[in-house]
C-alpha cells in the first residue's frame, strides 16, 4: 500500500457525523438542492427528486468508507453522464435532433449568462439528472474529510445555479455560510484552537455573507442582492420589456408617459409576452426563440385580419400587437424571433420614431362555439398550460370548484372566475407584497391587487378545474385620438388571461375591474398634467391644443347580455373606455404620487404623507446582524477593542468616589499616558523610580505632583476630596495636551 493510500484509509476510518465541518456541508449541500427542490415543485417530481438525493447520500456514505479517491471521481462522472442520458431520451423525440454540439454549448452558455432553468422545456427531468452528481461527489469527500474539495464541488454547484438566476439571496447566502463554515470549523478542530480562531471565523463568515448579499455575479443577471435596491425594477419593464420572468411585486404607482402610437382597424389590447409556467411566486416562459421566418401561422378556426401600424415614441424593447400576429414588416427580419409561446420579438429596440407594421389574425367565434368547443387540447397545450406548483394550496383547488365546478364547459367555467373575482376583490395599487403563493394569498388574505395578482389567480384556478389557461402581458388600447389611431401610455400597461379553445384558438379574459383601473389611471394622468411633467402628451392627446374633447373611447363595446349563435366576438372580456381628462381626487388614485422614471414602481410604504417608516426586510436585517457580528469579532481579533477600552479609560475619570480610589485611578490614568509617550514601567520598578526616570527626558512637573499624591494615597496616610480632584484636574490637562483633537471637541 502507498503513502497516499495509507493516508486516505487512516482519514476514511476517522469520519464521524458528530464532526461539526460535516454541518457546514450540510448546509451547503441544502442550498443547491432547495433550488432543485423548487424546479421540481413547480414541474411535479419533488418526491422522487428528495429519494433520488436520499439514495445518492446513502451511496456515498457507504462508499466513502473504503472507495479510493480516484475511483469515486469516476463514478461521479459516470452518474451524470447517466444522468444526462436519460433527460436526453425524457425529451420527445421530435426535439432531439436539436441536441447537437453547437445547441449543447449555446444552451450551457445560456444557462451560465442567466437563462433560468426554469425555462428549460424538461426542467423536472432536467433536475432528476443533474442533483445525483454533485451531490454524490461532495458528500463522498465530506465522509473522507476532505472538506475544502467537498466545499468546491458543492460551492461550484451552487455557483451554477447563482448564474442561472436560481438561486436567490437567500439561497446564496445559506451556502455561503455552509461553505464557510465546514472550512472554518474544520480548520478549528484540526487545530485544536478554538478560543483564539472563533473570531476569525466570525470575521470570514461575516465578510462573505456581506458579499454574497450585495453583489450580483452576473452583470444584468437575474440574481438580485439582499440589500435595499434604491433603482427597484417597475412593473412595466417586469410585464412588458423583454424578459422571460414576470415577478409579482408590492405596491406601485403608474407612468403616465407616451411609449407608442398605434393606427389600426379596431382597438385591441397590445400583447408583448405570454408566460406558461406559474412558479407559485412569479411566471416563466418556457422553450427558446426561433428564427422568424417571415410568417407564422393564423389561429386553428376562423379568423379576421387586423393590421396594425405602430410607431415608438421612446425607445422599447417590445413590438406590441394584436394576437394572433402572423408577420411583421418595416424592421430588419434578421433581428426578429417568435417565442414558444407564438410571440414574435426583436432582438434590437425600436427606436424613437421607428415604426412597424403587424398583421395579425384574431380569432373569430361565437360564445356558443366556444361553450361547444370540448376538451380535445393538443399535446403541447395540455402539457404546457395545466402546469400548476405541487404545493398548490388545497384551499384554492376548493374555492375554483366551489366558483366554476357545476359549470359544464371551459368558457362557462372561464366567465364564471372572471366575475367572481371582479366583485369580489378591490383594486389597488397599494398592496404589500405576499410571502407565500400568489394565487392562495390573494384569494384568502387579500382584500385588493391589481392586474397581476387577478390574472395569476384566474390562470391558477382555471388550470385546477383542467382549463389551460396563461398569463399574458402587454398594453390596453390606450387614449383614442381619431377613428384608427391610440396613443398608448405607461399607465396603459396591463396583464391579462388567455383560455384555450379547440378549433379557436386563445382567447381573451380580463379578471381586472376595468371602472377602478381607468380611475386611477385617469388620475394619475390628470396629476401628471396638472405637475407639467414631459412626455405625457402628444399633440393630439393634449386638452389645452384641442379645441374640441377628443374621442376617448378606447375598446370595444362589452358582451351582450344575451348572445346568439351568430353573434362573433374577439373577446369576452370587459374591456371599456377610460376618459384621461377627468379630474379625480388623490384618494381615487391610489398611488403615490409624481416622480417615477417606469410605468410602476415598488414603494416602500403605503401612506408617503407620513406615519412610521417601513422595517427593513428580514433578509436586510439578517446581514446587518452578520456585518455587525463581523465587525465586532474583526476589531477584537486586531486588538481595536481593547485599545479603544483602554483609551476611553484613560480620557474619562469616571463617577468620583473615596479620594483614595479616585486618586489610584488618576496615577493609573498617568501612567498609559506615559506609556504611550515614552515607556512602559518595567517589572519591579517603583512608581517614584519611573517619574524619576522620565524626568531626565523632559516629563512635565505635573505628572511629578500626581505621583506624589498618588504615594501619599496609596502608601501613606491618604489624602483630602480637594487633593484627590487636585490630581484628576491635572491628569484630564496632561491627556487633552496630549490629544488636542479630542480637548477640543470636549471644549
Given at each position: 500500500?502507498?503513502?497516499?493510500?495509507?493516508r486516505?484509509?487512516?482519514?476514511?476510518t476517522?469520519?464521524d457525523?458528530?464532526h461539526?465541518a460535516?454541518l457546514?456541508v450540510a448546509?451547503?449541500t441544502?442550498?443547491?438542492?432547495?433550488?432543485?427542490?423548487h424546479v421540481?415543485?413547480?414541474v411535479?417530481?419533488s418526491t422522487?427528486?428528495l429519494?433520488v438525493?436520499?439514495a445518492?447520500l446513502?451511496?456515498?456514505?457507504?462508499?466513502?468508507?473504503f472507495l479510493?479517491i480516484r475511483?469515486?471521481?469516476?463514478?461521479?462522472?459516470?452518474i451524470?453522464?447517466?444522468?444526462?442520458a436519460a433527460?436526453f431520451?425524457?425529451?420527445p423525440?421530435s426535439?432531439r435532433?436539436?441536441?447537437?454540439?453547437?445547441?449543447v454549448?449555446?444552451?450551457t452558455?445560456?444557462l451560465l449568462?442567466?437563462?433560468s432553468v426554469?425555462?428549460?422545456?424538461?426542467a423536472?427531468a432536467?433536475?432528476?439528472?443533474i442533483?445525483?452528481?454533485p451531490?454524490?461527489?461532495?458528500?463522498?469527500?465530506?465522509?473522507?474529510r476532505?472538506y475544502v474539495w467537498s466545499?468546491?464541488v458543492?460551492?461550484?454547484?451552487?455557483?451554477?445555479?447563482?448564474l442561472?438566476g436560481?438561486?436567490?439571496?437567500?439561497t446564496?447566502?445559506?451556502?455561503?455560510?455552509?461553505?464557510?463554515?465546514?472550512i472554518g470549523l474544520?480548520?478549528?478542530?484540526?487545530?485544536?484552537a478554538?478560543?483564539?480562531?472563533?473570531?476569525?471565523?466570525?470575521?470570514?463568515?461575516a465578510?462573505?455573507?456581506?458579499?454574497s448579499?450585495?453583489?450580483?455575479i452576473?452583470?444584468g443577471?437575474?440574481?438580485?442582492p439582499l440589500?435595499?435596491?434604491?433603482?427597484a425594477?417597475?412593473?412595466e419593464?417586469?410585464?412588458?420589456?423583454s424578459?422571460d420572468r414576470?415577478?409579482i411585486?408590492g405596491s406601485i404607482r403608474?407612468?403616465?408617459?407616451?411609449r407608442f402610437?398605434v393606427?389600426s382597424?379596431s382597438?385591441?389590447?397590445w400583447q408583448?409576452?405570454s408566460?406558461?409556467?406559474?412558479?407559485?411566486g412569479?411566471w416563466?416562459?418556457?422553450?427558446?426563440?426561433e428564427t422568424?421566418?417571415?410568417?407564422?401561422?393564423g389561429?386553428?378556426?376562423?379568423?379576421?385580419t387586423?393590421v396594425?401600424?405602430?410607431k415608438a415614441?421612446t425607445s422599447i424593447?417590445n413590438l406590441p400587437a394584436?394576437?394572433?400576429?402572423v408577420?411583421?414588416?418595416?424592421l430588419d427580419?434578421?433581428t426578429l424571433?417568435?417565442t414558444h409561446q407564438?410571440n414574435?420579438?426583436?432582438?434590437e429596440?425600436?427606436g424613437?420614431?421607428e415604426?412597424?407594421?403587424?398583421?395579425?389574425?384574431?380569432p373569430?367565434y361565437t360564445?356558443?362555439?366556444?361553450?361547444?368547443?370540448g376538451?380535445?387540447?393538443p399535446?403541447?397545450v395540455s402539457?404546457?398550460?395545466?402546469q400548476?406548483p405541487?404545493?398548490t394550496?388545497d384551499r384554492?383547488?376548493?374555492?375554483a370548484?366551489e366558483?366554476?365546478?357545476?359549470?359544464t364547459?371551459?368558457h362557462?367555467?372561464?366567465r364564471?372566475i372572471?366575475q367572481?373575482l371582479?366583485a369580489?376583490?378591490?383594486?389597488?395599487?397599494?398592496?404589500q407584497?405576499?410571502d407565500g403563493?400568489?394565487?392562495?394569498?390573494f384569494?384568502?388574505e387579500?382584500?385588493?391587487?391589481?392586474?397581476t395578482y387577478?390574472?395569476?389567480t384566474?390562470?391558477v384556478m382555471l388550470r385546477?378545474?383542467?382549463?389551460?389557461a396563461r398569463?399574458?402581458?402587454?398594453?390596453?388600447?390606450?387614449?383614442q385620438?381619431?377613428d384608427?389611431?391610440?396613443?398608448v401610455r405607461?399607465?396603459?400597461?396591463h396583464?391579462w388571461?388567455q383560455?384555450y379553445?379547440p378549433?379557436v384558438?386563445?382567447v381573451?379574459f380580463d379578471?381586472?375591474p376595468?371602472g377602478p383601473?381607468q380611475?386611477?389611471?385617469g388620475?394619475?394622468l390628470?396629476?401628471a398634467?396638472q405637475?407639467?411633467e414631459a412626455g405625457?402628451?402628444t399633440e393630439?392627446?393634449?386638452?389645452?391644443?384641442?379645441?374640441?374633447?377628443p374621442?376617448t373611447?378606447?375598446?370595444?363595446t362589452?358582451?351582450?347580455?344575451?348572445?346568439t349563435?351568430n353573434?362573433t366576438?374577439q373577446?369576452?372580456?370587459?374591456?371599456s373606455s377610460?376618459d384621461?381628462?377627468?379630474?379625480?381626487?388623490?384618494e381615487?388614485?391610489?398611488?403615490n404620487?409624481?416622480?417615477?422614471?417606469?410605468?410602476?414602481?415598488?414603494?416602500?410604504?403605503?401612506?408617503?404623507s407620513g406615519?412610521?417608516?417601513s422595517?427593513?426586510s428580514?433578509?436586510?436585517?439578517g446581514v446587518?446582524?452578520?456585518?455587525?457580528?463581523?465587525?465586532?469579532?474583526?476589531?477584537r481579533r486586531?486588538?481595536?477593542?481593547?485599545?479603544a477600552?483602554?483609551?476611553?479609560?484613560m480620557?474619562?475619570?469616571?463617577a468620583r468616589q473615596?479620594?483614595?480610589?479616585d486618586?489610584?485611578r488618576a496615577?493609573?490614568?498617568?501612567?498609559y499616558?506615559?506609556?504611550?509617550?515614552?515607556?512602559?514601567?518595567?517589572p519591579?520598578?517603583t512608581?517614584?523610580?519611573y517619574?524619576?526616570a522620565?524626568s531626565k527626558v523632559?516629563?512635565?512637573?505635573?505628572?511629578t505632583?500626581?505621583?506624589e499624591?498618588y504615594?501619599?494615597a496609596?502608601?501613606?496616610?491618604?489624602?483630602s476630596?480637594?487633593?484627590a480632584?487636585?490630581?484628576?484636574a491635572?491628569v484630564d490637562?496632561?491627556?487633552r495636551e496630549?490629544?488636542?483633537?479630542?480637548g477640543r471637541?470636549?471644549?
Amino acid at each position: 500500500m502507498t503513502t497516499s493510500e495509507t493516508r486516505e484509509s487512516s482519514r476514511s476510518t476517522q469520519f464521524d457525523l458528530r464532526h461539526p465541518a460535516l454541518l457546514g456541508v450540510a448546509i451547503l449541500t441544502l442550498s443547491y438542492l432547495s433550488v432543485l427542490y423548487h424546479v421540481t415543485n413547480v414541474v411535479r417530481g419533488s418526491t422522487t427528486l428528495l429519494l433520488v438525493v436520499g439514495a445518492t447520500l446513502a451511496l456515498a456514505t457507504l462508499l466513502g468508507r473504503f472507495l479510493r479517491i480516484r475511483s469515486a471521481l469516476v463514478l461521479s462522472a459516470l452518474i451524470l453522464v447517466g444522468g444526462l442520458a436519460a433527460y436526453f431520451f425524457s425529451v420527445p423525440e421530435s426535439n432531439r435532433a436539436l441536441f447537437t454540439v453547437g445547441r449543447v454549448v449555446s444552451d450551457t452558455i445560456a444557462l451560465l449568462t442567466g437563462l433560468s432553468v426554469l425555462r428549460l422545456t424538461k426542467a423536472g427531468a432536467w433536475a432528476l439528472a443533474i442533483a445525483p452528481g454533485p451531490v454524490f461527489l461532495s458528500w463522498y469527500l465530506a465522509v473522507r474529510r476532505e472538506y475544502v474539495w467537498s466545499v468546491v464541488v458543492g460551492g461550484g454547484a451552487l455557483g451554477f445555479f447563482v448564474l442561472t438566476g436560481d438561486a436567490g439571496a437567500a439561497t446564496t447566502l445559506l451556502g455561503v455560510v455552509g461553505a464557510a463554515a465546514a472550512i472554518g470549523l474544520d480548520t478549528l478542530s484540526t487545530r485544536g484552537a478554538w478560543t483564539a480562531q472563533l473570531d476569525t471565523l466570525a470575521v470570514v463568515l461575516a465578510a462573505m455573507v456581506v458579499f454574497s448579499a450585495t453583489l450580483s455575479i452576473v452583470p444584468g443577471g437575474a440574481a438580485q442582492p439582499l440589500l435595499e435596491n434604491r433603482g427597484a425594477p417597475t412593473v412595466e419593464s417586469s410585464l412588458v420589456s423583454s424578459s422571460d420572468r414576470v415577478t409579482i411585486l408590492g405596491s406601485i404607482r403608474l407612468s403616465p408617459k407616451v411609449r407608442f402610437e398605434v393606427r389600426s382597424d379596431s382597438p385591441e389590447y397590445w400583447q408583448v409576452r405570454s408566460f406558461d409556467r406559474y412558479t407559485g411566486g412569479d411566471w416563466v416562459r418556457t422553450g427558446e426563440d426561433e428564427t422568424f421566418s417571415g410568417r407564422l401561422d393564423g389561429p386553428p378556426g376562423s379568423s379576421r385580419t387586423v393590421v396594425q401600424n405602430v410607431k415608438a415614441k421612446t425607445s422599447i424593447s417590445n413590438l406590441p400587437a394584436a394576437w394572433k400576429p402572423v408577420r411583421v414588416t418595416g424592421l430588419d427580419e434578421s433581428t426578429l424571433r417568435v417565442t414558444h409561446q407564438g410571440n414574435i420579438v426583436s432582438t434590437e429596440s425600436v427606436g424613437v420614431n421607428e415604426s412597424y407594421r403587424v398583421r395579425s389574425e384574431m380569432p373569430q367565434y361565437t360564445r356558443e362555439q366556444l361553450r361547444r368547443s370540448g376538451t380535445d387540447y393538443p399535446t403541447r397545450v395540455s402539457e404546457n398550460y395545466l402546469q400548476l406548483p405541487e404545493t398548490t394550496s388545497d384551499r384554492v383547488r376548493e374555492k375554483a370548484a366551489e366558483v366554476a365546478g357545476n359549470e359544464t364547459n371551459a368558457h362557462d367555467k372561464a366567465r364564471a372566475i372572471e366575475q367572481y373575482l371582479e366583485a369580489n376583490k378591490e383594486y389597488s395599487l397599494t398592496v404589500q407584497e405576499p410571502d407565500g403563493e400568489i394565487a392562495d394569498t390573494f384569494l384568502f388574505e387579500m382584500d385588493a391587487g391589481y392586474c397581476t395578482y387577478y390574472a395569476t389567480t384566474m390562470v391558477v384556478m382555471l388550470r385546477s378545474q383542467g382549463v389551460p389557461a396563461r398569463f399574458v402581458s402587454g398594453y390596453t388600447t390606450g387614449q383614442q385620438v381619431a377613428d384608427d389611431k391610440y396613443v398608448v401610455r405607461g399607465l396603459d400597461s396591463h396583464a391579462w388571461v388567455q383560455v384555450y379553445f379547440p378549433d379557436v384558438g386563445w382567447v381573451d379574459f380580463d379578471p381586472t375591474p376595468s371602472g377602478p383601473r381607468q380611475t386611477a389611471e385617469g388620475a394619475r394622468l390628470q396629476e401628471a398634467r396638472q405637475s407639467e411633467e414631459a412626455g405625457v402628451d402628444t399633440e393630439e392627446t393634449n386638452p389645452e391644443s384641442s379645441t374640441t374633447e377628443p374621442n376617448t373611447t378606447e375598446t370595444e363595446t362589452p358582451e351582450p347580455e344575451t348572445p346568439t349563435d351568430n353573434t362573433t366576438n374577439q373577446s369576452t372580456s370587459n374591456r371599456s373606455s377610460v376618459d384621461p381628462n377627468r379630474i379625480l381626487s388623490q384618494e381615487a388614485l391610489g398611488a403615490n404620487g409624481p416622480g417615477e422614471t417606469g410605468e410602476l414602481s415598488v414603494t416602500t410604504s403605503d401612506d408617503t404623507s407620513g406615519g412610521l417608516p417601513s422595517l427593513p426586510s428580514r433578509e436586510t436585517l439578517g446581514v446587518g446582524l452578520a456585518l455587525m457580528v463581523g465587525l465586532a469579532a474583526g476589531a477584537r481579533r486586531t486588538g481595536m477593542t481593547s485599545r479603544a477600552t483602554r483609551f476611553v479609560w484613560m480620557y474619562y475619570q469616571g463617577a468620583r468616589q473615596d479620594p483614595t480610589a479616585d486618586t489610584e485611578r488618576a496615577f493609573g490614568r498617568l501612567e498609559y499616558l506615559l506609556e504611550r509617550r515614552y515607556r512602559p514601567r518595567r517589572p519591579r520598578e517603583t512608581p517614584r523610580s519611573y517619574l524619576t526616570a522620565l524626568s531626565k527626558v523632559g516629563l512635565d512637573e505635573r505628572a511629578t505632583e500626581v505621583g506624589e499624591l498618588y504615594e501619599r494615597a496609596h502608601y501613606g496616610p491618604g489624602v483630602s476630596r480637594d487633593e484627590a480632584d487636585r490630581a484628576i484636574a491635572l491628569v484630564d490637562t496632561l491627556v487633552r495636551e496630549e490629544i488636542p483633537v479630542i480637548g477640543r471637541i470636549r471644549n
